[in-house]
């Protein structure tokens, strides 16, 4: 424990290889990693946090490089997670991504790092959580979170970032079945990057069109049903997201990332999007469901671990026998088990 606070404590001073070894706990999922996330919690919650998703190739790299060095010129400190959930089979493309970030290296202000785990893709969208905290504890003013837009992974990035910028890019012509139908969802911000083609302006207005036939689009940064939100938010977490969501219009950005252009009025944007949170409650409204939301997967993982613990090996599988029999259902077998358990027995009295 001693370890993990003075682990934290270089954290907080802005030592880069005390935090690039946090990161590297954080990855192997040890156990010191929690204790210094613990101890490092307090001074976390000033960063902007940008994600940056959209489909493979259209520019997510570069132009969070070209965001980067713009956050640079206006004297913000920059922290970036790229998160590859693929990586352990195109390791050269997390490669790449290092090499078109070369104009970065060397800016103390600026700190770069690829995440990969072994893991599921849940382990990486926890670990990726766990690295935006070390980031925000060493203090970085803005920290950017770059994911390829994987079905499950926008929305947990979703649910990690302030802002989410969504990049699109032409080339599919007007075509709209080429844009991930869901995606459009957690855009707080569209791009369409490569505006060097000629196809970038149709895919603007196309995308323009369908931000106008969307209407308020449902926000998916609700938690599902059966969850701790049901019970401890219930308006807040169901329903059509309140009337301030409603109030900001995603707009529709257009950048080359190759020169930059484009890059100051998409930052311009993302100031805005930030005072847009700060004004009314809604900054407050995320946090809380972010809570909820991690409190939520957290309880689930801790209450398993517990019951596994406390239950007979034996025990369990005599259920598996049982259930394999078509004596008891999985679900009946499941209810048995925590019912055996004293706190169990508690629960159901107290629900
Ligand atoms: N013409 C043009 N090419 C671009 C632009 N931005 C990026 N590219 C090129 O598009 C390719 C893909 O860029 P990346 O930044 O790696 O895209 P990415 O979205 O991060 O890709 P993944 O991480 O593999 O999903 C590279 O060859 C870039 O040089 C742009 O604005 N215009
Ligand atoms: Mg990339």
């Known amino acids: 424990v001693a370890d993990a606070a003075s682990l934290a404590d270089d954290v907080t001073a802005g030592n880069r290889r005390a935090l690039a070894r946090l990161i590297s706990l954080v990855e192997d999922d040890a156990p010191e990693a929690d204790e210094t996330l613990a101890a490092l919690y307090p001074h976390t919650g000033k960063a902007h946090v940008i994600g940056v998703t959209g489909a493979p190739g259209t520019g997510k790299s570069t132009l969070t490089n070209q965001i980067a060095l713009e956050y640079r010129r206006r004297d913000q400190t920059v922290g970036i997670v790229a998160v590859d959930p ?3 089979f195109s390791g050269g493309a997390l ?11 060397g800016d103390p202000g600026i700190f770069i790092r690829s995440m990969a785990t072994r893991g599921s893709l849940g382990g990486l ?21 770059e994911t ?4 499950q992974a926008e929305v947990e990035i979703a649910r990690l970032a302030h802002t989410v910028i969504v990049v699109e890019a032409p080339g599919f012509g007007d075509d709209v079945q080429a844009i991930k139908a869901g995606i459009l969802e957690i855009a707080d911000v569209l791009v369409v990057n490569k505006a060097d083609d000629p196809h970038a302006e149709g895919t603007a207005r196309t995308l323009r069109a369908m931000l106008d036939l969307g209407g308020s689009m449902p926000d998916r940064r609700v938690a599902h049903h059966g969850s701790l939100a049901d019970r401890i938010e219930p308006d807040r977490s169901q329903g059509p997201a309140g009337e301030l969501e409603s109030s900001w219009s995603v ?46 997967a957290w309880l689930r993982e801790a209450l398993l671990r517990a019951l596994l613990a ?11 026998d049982r259930i394999v029999a078509r004596e008891i259902m999985p679900q009946q077998a499941a209810r048995m088990l925590v019912d055996e358990l004293e706190w169990g027995r508690d629960s159901r009295r107290n629900a």
Do not use: C, K
């Open 125 to 145: 969208a926890w670990a990726t959580a766990d690295a935006v905290t070390a980031l925000d504890g060493a203090g970085f003013d803005i920290v950017i979170v």
């Open 86 to 88: 693929t990586s352990p």
């Open 310 to 320: 406390n239950s007979e090996t034996e025990r369990m599988s005599q259920m598996v």
């Open 148 to 151: 390829v837009g994987a079905g």
């Open 251 to 296: 707009p529709v950005e257009m950048t080359n990332a190759l020169t930059g252009e484009g890059v100051p009025e998409l930052v311009d944007r993302l100031a805005r999007h930030l005072e847009f949170l700060q004004r009314g409650e809604e900054r407050e409204r995320r946090e809380r469901m972010r809570a909820v939301a991690a409190f939520d």
């Open 95 to 105: 490669l790449g991504d290092r090499i078109r970030m070369r104009d970065l290296a």
